[in-house]
C-alpha cells in the first residue's frame, strides 16, 4: 500500500514541478491591454521577459516582439522581481529535492521510512515559496 502512496506523491510532484517551471518560465506574470485606448496593443511580462504587440499601421498585421530584462539597456532589475526569481527557483529546486527522496525510498532504500520523514516537510516548504514569491510580485507597488 505504501508503494501506491509513493508512486501518487512521485507523479504529483512531477506535475507540480512542471507547472512551477512553466509558471515560472512564461511572460504573463503581469499583461496590460489597450495602451492608450489602441485596440490590438498590449504589454506583458514574466520575471526575465517583458512583451509588447502592437498594429505595423492602422489596419496592418499585429507585430510581437519579447526582450529580456538582461537585454534592456540602463535598466536594473527591481529587487522585488530578483526576490521572486529567487524563491521561485528556490521552489523548483525543492520540489525536484522531494522527488529524488522519494525516488530513493523507492528504489534504493525500499525499507526505511526515515527518507519518507525526512522528505514529507519538503514539498510544503516547496508549496510555501512558489505562494511567497507570487505574493511578493504582486505587492510590488511597481508592478502593478
Not at 510532484?13 to 517551471?21: D, E, F, K
Not at 521572486?84 to 525500499?110: D, G, Q, S
Not at 508549496?127 to 508592478?143: E, H, P, S, T
Request: charge should be neutral.
Amino acid at each position: 500500500m505504501n508503494t501506491m502512496y509513493e508512486k501518487i506523491g512521485l507523479c504529483v510532484s512531477g506535475l507540480a514541478l512542471i507547472l512551477n517551471i512553466v509558471g515560472v518560465a512564461i511572460p504573463y506574470w503581469f499583461y496590460y491591454g489597450s495602451i492608450q485606448g489602441v485596440p490590438e496593443t498590449g504589454i506583458n511580462f514574466g520575471l526575465w521577459k517583458i512583451c509588447a504587440s502592437m498594429p505595423e499601421s492602422i489596419h496592418g498585421p499585429v507585430i510581437s516582439m519579447c526582450k529580456s530584462f538582461d537585454d534592456i539597456e540602463d535598466f536594473s532589475l527591481p529587487s522585488e522581481f530578483k526576490a521572486t526569481r529567487a524563491l521561485e527557483i528556490l521552489a523548483i529546486l525543492a520540489t525536484v529535492a522531494a522527488a529524488v527522496v522519494v525516488c530513493l525510498k523507492m528504489f534504493v532504500r525500499k525499507d526505511d521510512n526515515r527518507l519518507l520523514y525526512a522528505a514529507s516537510p519538503i514539498p510544503f516548504i516547496a508549496g510555501l515559496l512558489m505562494i511567497i514569491g507570487a505574493v511578493v510580485f504582486v505587492a510590488d507597488n511597481k508592478a502593478k
